[in-house]
C-alpha cells in the first residue's frame, strides 16, 4: 500500500519557521518530480512548490518564492518543504504529492499528481 505521510505542522506566529516532512512507503519516487500544495479553508487546492526527481530543479508559487524551500532525500524516499518568514496567508493544510509519471522536469499541475498524503495543518498566527 503507498502512503504519503506529512509531518512538521503546527501553529507559529508570523515571521516564524516550520520544516514539514512527507515520508513515503510502499514504494519509492526517486524517478518522479515531488509537490506541496496547500489548501485554506474554502479555497482550492493550489501549488505551492515542486522539485525534480534529483532535485536539480524547483519550482514555487510566487507568493512563496524566496520564503519556501523544497528538498528531497531519495535515500530516505523523503520530500521537505523548509518554510520561512511566515505569513497569516500561508495558513492552510500542506499536502504532499508524487508525480503520476518518471519524468525530468517539475510540475507545477495538481491534475498530474497522482499519490497524495492527508495533509498537515500549518497555522500562522498575527
Known amino acids: 500500500q503507498v502512503q504519503l505521510v506529512e509531518s512538521g505542522g503546527g501553529l507559529v506566529q508570523a515571521g516564524g519557521s516550520l520544516r514539514l516532512s512527507c515520508a513515503a512507503s510502499?514504494?519509492?519516487?526517486?524517478?518522479?518530480?515531488m509537490g506541496w500544495f496547500r489548501q485554506a479553508r474554502g479555497k482550492e487546492r493550489e501549488f505551492v512548490a515542486s522539485i525534480s526527481w534529483n532535485g536539480g530543479e524547483t519550482g514555487y508559487a510566487e507568493s512563496v518564492k524566496g520564503r519556501f524551500t523544497i528538498s528531497r532525500d531519495n535515500a530516505k524516499n523523503t520530500v521537505y518543504l523548509q518554510m520561512n518568514s511566515l505569513k497569516v496567508e500561508d495558513t492552510a493544510v500542506y499536502y504532499c504529492?508524487?508525480?503520476?509519471?518518471?519524468?525530468?522536469?517539475?510540475?507545477?499541475?495538481?491534475?498530474?499528481?497522482?499519490?497524495w498524503g492527508l495533509g498537515t495543518q500549518v497555522t500562522v498566527s498575527s
Open positions: 510502499g514504494r519509492t519516487f526517486y524517478d518522479r518530480p
Open positions: 504529492a508524487a508525480h503520476r509519471n518518471a519524468m525530468p522536469g517539475v510540475s507545477r499541475e495538481r491534475d498530474e499528481y497522482e499519490y
